[in-house]
């Protein structure tokens, strides 16, 4: 069978939810004609993923930094343009929607945020100027035996002299292959209180002792393990302060949480919009399925969640961007569960409605399904999630 066509945004009926700026509508509709022209048919997705195994496409994303999409979100005097979080979230939404793979996007802006709130003006000069430029990097948090808990994290990155000196091993890191740099967070100090003693170093890919091997998973195999063995970096290379990083990393849940329900915001409009297509289209019984009562009160309810999770992405996004300093730690952590848990509902209904097609890698829909699955685990699982909001409630 034929995949169906994708109906247009407007039709899903969410776009009007963002309350866009002019310009940022602009954005959106050439950031959407990008990926039309990138990554638009299958066969084009098939060639820049390897057959659907990696997803991170250095020259697509290269031509996106060039464009000055990359850096839009960052300051101008390091090469950006200036903009703020709801530009990064429009950014974000529209290449997830238009299946561009750049996966490393997430995790780089992440990184971006911590060099903008910490770094030095010359890491700033530095970092955030390749950025802009096209550079890709990655964080590193967890480990085998801390998750959830990523406080009790036991890989080492001791000051000897003028010199970082780390060892252990990393987990679940998130293109740290196509990474230029990986921002480790490890221990520099034991301490009685396991959230103090914790540092942000910057190592470079190609340093000696590091060893990054790919997870092979249900997603394909960008996340990683990543060892260290005896690797050595510059103190110039520490973000922050020495011991400061849990704070550091803290200050940063906001946009983090927030960048993944951009990501996923966009891959559930995609998902409904497919689904949409393909009950528009197909028939059974002498009619178009989309007729059915089960498959409307389906659709309604689909499309009901999807504009409550954009207008809740874009109401977080405001709210940063009118106080970037400010903590939001209860509408962050919604944003972060409300929108990975409503993708993983519209992904799997839209299996169910395409039946064996939704079922068939020939299609988009299980890879869509394959990432919203993985979407609420990393970042905090949703369960963390919600322990943080009801904590802000003082339960």
Same mark, same amino acid.
């Given at each position: 069978m034929t995949a169906p066509a994708t109906p247009s945004r407007d039709l899903a009926g969410v776009t009007d939810a963002r309350r866009l700026t002019e310009d940022q509508q602009t954005i959106a509709d050439t950031l959407a004609d990008f990926c039309q022209g990138e990554a638009g048919t299958r066969e084009q997705r098939e060639r820049l993923t390897d057959g659907g195994t990696t997803f991170h496409h250095e020259p697509v994303y290269r031509?996106?930094?060039?464009? =000055?999409?990359? =850096?839009?979100?960052?300051? #101008?005097?390091?090469?950006? =343009? =200036?903009?703020?979080?709801?530009?990064?979230?429009?950014?974000? #939404?529209?290449?997830?929607?238009?299946?561009?793979?750049?996966?490393?996007?997430?995790?780089?802006?992440?990184?971006?945020?911590?060099?903008?709130?910490?770094?030095?003006?010359e890491q700033k000069q530095h970092y955030l100027g390749r950025i802009a430029a096209g550079d890709a990097f990655a964080i590193a948090m967890s480990e085998p035996g801390s998750g959830s808990d990523v406080a009790s994290m036991r890989t080492k990155a001791l000051v000897e002299g003028e010199q970082i000196v780390v060892n252990g091993h990393k987990t679940w890191i998130t293109c740290a292959r196509e990474a230029d740099e990986i921002l480790l967070i490890a221990r520099s100090e034991q301490t009685e209180r396991k959230h103090d003693g914790l540092s942000m170093v910057f190592i470079p890919r190609d340093t000696h002792g590091l060893d990054i091997r790919p997870i092979e998973t249900m997603g394909g195999n960008e996340q990683c393990d990543v060892f260290f063995t005896d690797v050595t970096v510059p103190t110039s290379k520490v973000l922050g302060t020495v011991g400061g990083g849990w704070g550091q990393l803290v200050a940063g849940l906001n946009v983090e949480r927030l960048i993944i329900g951009a990501i996923m915001l966009?891959?559930?409009?995609?998902?409904f919009d497919d689904s949409l297509a393909y009950v528009r289209e197909r028939e059974q019984f002498g009619k178009k399925i989309g007729s059915f009562q089960a498959m409307k009160h389906r659709v309604s309810d689909?499309?009901?969640e999807l504009r409550c999770a954009e207008l809740l992405v874009y109401d977080v996004a405001r709210s940063i961007a009118a106080d970037p300093h400010r903590l939001l730690p209860r509408e962050a952590s919604m944003a972060k569960l409300k929108v990975s848990e409503v993708a993983k509902r519209i992904a799997l209904e839209g299996v169910q409605m395409m039946g064996g097609y939704g079922y068939a890698s020939e299609y988009d829909m299980e890879f869509y399904l394959r990432q919203t699955i993985a979407s609420t685990i990393y970042g905090g699982t949703n369960e963390i999630q919600r322990d943080i909001i009801g904590m802000t409630y003082g339960l």
């Open positions: 031509k996106l930094a060039e464009l =000055g999409y990359v =850096g839009a979100c960052l300051p #101008e005097q390091y090469g950006g =343009g =200036g903009g703020d979080i709801v530009d990064l979230c429009v950014f974000l #939404e529209e290449t997830a929607y238009g299946r561009l793979p750049i996966a490393a996007t997430g995790v780089t802006m992440i990184v971006a945020g911590a060099v903008e709130r910490f770094g030095t003006e966009g891959i559930a409009r995609r998902a689909l499309a009901t």
